[in-house]
C-alpha cells in the first residue's frame, strides 16, 4: 500500500496524508501534470475522475467531475496558486456545479502538495488546510480520509504499468 499514514489536525484545521512511492520526483510529478494519468488515481475506485480542463500554470484552473457508481456525478474544481516543477503544488480545491463553476456555498480548501526525494523513494505528502472547524469535520464527514486513501493507492499499479 502507497498510503504510509494520515493525520488530522482540529487546531491547525488540516488534514494531512502521506504516501511513499517507488519511483522519482519526476516521474511522480508527471501523475499531476498530466490530466490523463491524474484521472487514473485522483478518485477513489468506485468514483473515478475525469478532468475537462487541466490548465497546469499558476492561476490555471483544473475542472473535473467524479462518477459515482450508479452514475451520479461530483463537480470539482481547482486553482493552481504555486507550481515548482518536481517538488510542490499549491491549489485552492472546491466543489462545482453540475456545470463545473464553483459552488461557493461549499467549503473550499487550500491543498499543498510536497514530494521529498529520499533514495530510491519519493514522500508524497498532501496536506488540505480548511477556513473552519465545521467545514474540516463537513469534508471529512463525506469521507476524505478514505476516499484520499483508496484513491492513492491506485498509484503503485500506474507507477508499475508506466516506468
Avoid: C, N
Avoid at 502507497?2 to 496524508?17: G, K, N, Q, R, Y
Avoid at 484552473?61 to 504555486?82: D, V
Avoid at 510542490?88 to 510536497?114: C, K, L, N, W, Y
Wanted: net charge negative; proline share 8%.
Amino acid at each position: 500500500m502507497t498510503v504510509l499514514h494520515s493525520a488530522t489536525d482540529p487546531e491547525a484545521l488540516t488534514f494531512t496524508i502521506t504516501s511513499e512511492l517507488h519511483a522519482t520526483p519526476e516521474r511522480i510529478w508527471q501523475l499531476w501534470a498530466d490530466p490523463r494519468q491524474l484521472e487514473r488515481w485522483w478518485g477513489p475506485p468506485e468514483w473515478p475522475a475525469t478532468f475537462v480542463d487541466h490548465e497546469f500554470v499558476p492561476g490555471g484552473e483544473a475542472r473535473y467531475y467524479m462518477t459515482g457508481p450508479t452514475g451520479e456525478k461530483a463537480h470539482g474544481w481547482w486553482t493552481f496558486i504555486t507550481i515548482d516543477p518536481h517538488r510542490v503544488i499549491v491549489f485552492d480545491d472546491g466543489f462545482a456545479d453540475d456545470s463545473g463553476a464553483p459552488d461557493r456555498t461549499q467549503p473550499t480548501m487550500r491543498g499543498h502538495m510536497e514530494l521529498q526525494p529520499d533514495g530510491d523513494v519519493t514522500r508524497m505528502v498532501i496536506t488540505t488546510r480548511f477556513a473552519s472547524t465545521e467545514q474540516l469535520e463537513q469534508v471529512l464527514g463525506m469521507g476524505m480520509v478514505e476516499g484520499m486513501t483508496t484513491a492513492l493507492g491506485q498509484i503503485d499499479a500506474i507507477l508499475a504499468a508506466q516506468p
